[in-house]
């Protein structure tokens, strides 16, 4: 059984009856990709979803973990329905090129709101990014 989606632009193709598979060896070092997303629309929500708060917490986090920022991303006043935003489309780029193999962000909805979708590039996308 094959399993197919597309991501953007990108076809993923999963074999799901494949019996053997390569693992992926762990990671020991983290090059870091922040992704920071705050909507107009989400100011009722709470201010913990700000862009200088989320950056605050992510930071913090990834200092503790002994971990290295290569880059943050951010997209500031851009609906998190459409992932046709600046921040995710390098985000994507440094990812696919290898700059980075850890993607952090606040939680999931931060970086989209279509969690379908969200589940793809989670599941399909950055597994085959090696990605974390």
Partial sequence: MIFECAIMDI??????????????????EYKV????????????????????????????????QGWTIYDEYVDDG???VTFERPGVKRLLEDAKAGNINLILCKDMSRFGRNYIQVGQYVDY????????
Avoid: C, W
């Fill in 11 to 28: 076809s993923v193709k999963v074999a799901m009856d494949r019996k053997e598979f390569e693992m992926i060896p762990k990671q020991t």
């Fill in 33 to 64: 990709g922040i992704y920071l997303h705050f909507f107009r629309d989400d100011e009722r929500q709470s201010e913990s979803l700000s862009i200088e708060n989320q950056r605050r917490v992510l930071t913090n986090y990834v200092k503790e």
């Fill in 78 to 80: 851009i609906s998190g």
């Fill in 125 to 132: 996308l950055f597994p085959m990014y090696n990605i974390r």
